[in-house]
């Protein structure tokens, strides 16, 4: 079963996961402290191409697992009666040892298969290739089987899919920010654009296919020195934190709890 938009024009639109769709690290200006991300991007382009109001709601919470988004998350969106749903979750899982991602498959098809029941048309995201980041490349299989997984999963469901393993300009190192699991600004823009293609969205920008400009190459020492502050400022708390059963997200809410209408430009 390929995608076809079965509710379009999307009228409410609520996004589900973890820190990627929760918008980590695109600054949003207009909140002090707060971020924007590719799903409130994409919300935006729906509101600005719809002869209509467009509701949107962010349930994302960094650092929740699969089982998580789908226990907190996935019934707070039925009840919104959403008619589109992006649920993108389990990038935390593989990085655990032990991880299966054929189990974590079944768990997010369920879901799949509950909110396509309730009339929502479901978009699905790939985890993007993470063979150039040293430690993150370790669990590349067990994202590439979770990844075949999810083209299944959209095959069977009617869902559409977002794919970051096989976007080339992805692996550009200038698009992703210095914690290198996060998107910068221009990588969660681009990223919006490339959902809207996936949903079938007109795009008036195409340039999102289109790799960066060459940058100077980071001479040894530097590279050296930005590898020690990545392991200190990033993957020691992350392993502190494994360690002390504890999350980035404890305590958070949603930064969009309820769905709200965009303005239309």
């Known amino acids: 079963m390929q ?122 995201a790939t985890s993007a290739d993470p063979r150039a980041t040293p430690l993150l490349r370790r669990a590349r299989g067990r994202i590439a089987i979770f990844n075949a997984n999810i083209w299944s999963i959209a095959a069977r469901t009617g869902s559409a899919v977002l794919d970051q393993w096989s976007a080339g300009w992805l692996h550009d190192v200038r698009l992703w920010d210095t914690d290198r699991i996060h998107l910068t600004e221009e990588g969660h823009r681009r990223t919006a654009l490339a959902a809207a293609t996936a949903l079938g969205l007109p795009c008036d920008d195409d340039g999102w296919r289109t790799p960066l400009a060459p940058g100077p190459r980071r001479a040894l020492r530097v590279a050296v020195v930005e590898e020690a502050a990545w392991v200190r400022g990033f993957v020691a708390p992350w392993i502190g934190r494994r360690l002390r059963g504890t999350s980035s997200g404890d305590g958070r809410a949603p930064k969009r709890p309820v769905p709200l209408a965009l303005p239309r430009h």
């Open 3 to 124: 995608f076809s938009a079965s509710r379009a024009p999307w009228r409410r639109y609520v996004a589900l996961g973890d820190s990627f769709t929760e918008g980590l690290n695109d600054s949003d200006p207009g909140r002090p402290g707060e971020f924007r991300g590719w799903a409130d991007r994409l919300a935006e382009q729906l509101a600005a191409t719809s002869d209509g109001d467009v509701e949107y709601a962010n349930l994302a919470i960094r650092g929740r697992l699969l089982g998580q988004v789908i226990a907190e998350q996935v019934p707070v969106a039925l009840e919104a009666q959403p008619d589109l749903v992006s649920l993108v979750a389990g990038g935390n899982d593989l990085m655990r040892p032990g991880a299966d991602p054929d189990e974590l498959a079944g768990t997010l098809e369920a879901a799949v298969v509950r909110l396509r029941a309730a009339g929502a048309d479901v978009l699905l």
